[in-house]
């Protein structure tokens, strides 16, 4: 980027003078009305277009540049529980599209994503959890709406995030109904930097050669040992979470004092487990993983 520009100004900017356009505008328009020279604004109004924010149309001999449509602008951290009401309006309505644009356009609003995540995401999982558990939707309408979740999660997973290669996390779901929350979770870690492995549902691999299992991926992912490598498991279970705690923990001694182990779950009986932390709360998760990398590297 030029220096001198900031991306979220030049979006702010481009939003409201392509709002008041109904026949669109040109670059060279662009340009001078945002006070930016041609060449960054082209640069720019490419990278807008490729992330669906605008559009480019021939007419003639000119090329205009319009808004997409449903493009609008939040100012967070206000905006935070609107969205959120919104998001689950769209989500009963089963309006898949407006979803994907309701969330692009937080992220063109500079929302932080991995705040996104746990102040909009994880409310409506719990919200069709409830409704299936009071029989106002069928097991389809609930699978349905989860994959429509799910897909919004998966577009943070494709924002363009500096990975910082000593922040090291394996993200496991014990069980099915932990899958949902275990990929809103790797997509905040994402976003936050942190090199991901998701391994998704993993009840198929309560084995006595999970150990075994466990200790060839670590030695995939984590070969040279680099900063700190946290796994993570997500259950609903006392048995998810009493299995994969012992094959974490049998394995602890081979990679070291910078393998970390948290539980994160809801069920009451946490002496059952041994892990550095047991908590229901995602955002307290993200805040100890950070922590506990500050503490490595100083």
């Known amino acids: 980027m030029a220096k001198g520009y900031q991306t979220q100004d030049i979006k702010q900017k481009l939003v409201e003078v392509l709002l008041k356009s109904k026949t669109g505008l040109s670059g060279v328009e662009i340009s001078e009305k945002l006070g930016v020279n041609r060449v960054t604004m082209t640069k720019y109004l490419n990278i807008f277009a490729t992330e669906g924010m605008i559009r480019q149309k021939n007419i003639g001999n000119v090329n205009l ?3 997409e449509e449903g493009t609008e602008q939040f100012g967070f951290p206000d905006d935070y529980f609107h969205v959120k009401t919104k998001y689950l309006e769209l989500l009963t309505a089963r309006n898949e599209q407006k979803i994907f644009s309701l969330i692009r356009n937080c992220i063109h609003s500079n929302a932080y994503s991995s705040k996104l995540i746990i102040e ?7 919200s069709v959890d409830e409704l299936f558990a009071q029989g106002k939707i069928t097991k389809s309408e609930e699978k349905f709406l ?3 979740i799910s897909s919004s999660i998966q577009m943070f997973n494709h924002l363009s995030v500096d990975i910082d290669q000593r922040k090291n996390v ?11 929350i275990a990929e809103a979770a790797s997509a905040s870690f994402h976003s936050e930097g942190w090199n991901v492995s998701l391994l998704g549902d993993m009840s198929d691999a309560i084995d006595v050669m999970f150990d075994l299992d466990l200790q060839k991926f670590l030695g995939s992912v984590w070969a040279k040992k680099t900063g700190i490598m946290i796994i993570i498991v997500f259950s609903k279970t006392e ?3 009493k299995f994969f705690s012992q094959a974490v923990n049998s394995v602890k001694g081979k990679f070291g004092k910078n393998l970390h182990l948290i539980l994160c779950t809801d069920v009451k009986k946490k002496s059952i487990a041994k892990s550095d932390l047991t908590s229901d709360n ?3 998760v993200l805040q100890w993983s950070q922590t506990a990398f500050e503490h490595f590297i100083t």
């Open 146 to 148: 989860n994959q429509i």
């Open 65 to 67: 540049w319009f808004i």
């Open 239 to 241: 048995e998810g979470l």
């Open 120 to 126: 909009v995401i994880l409310p409506a999982i719990e």
């Open 282 to 284: 995602l955002e307290t």
């Open 170 to 180: 394996i993200i496991i779901s014990a069980d099915s109904p932990s899958t949902l």
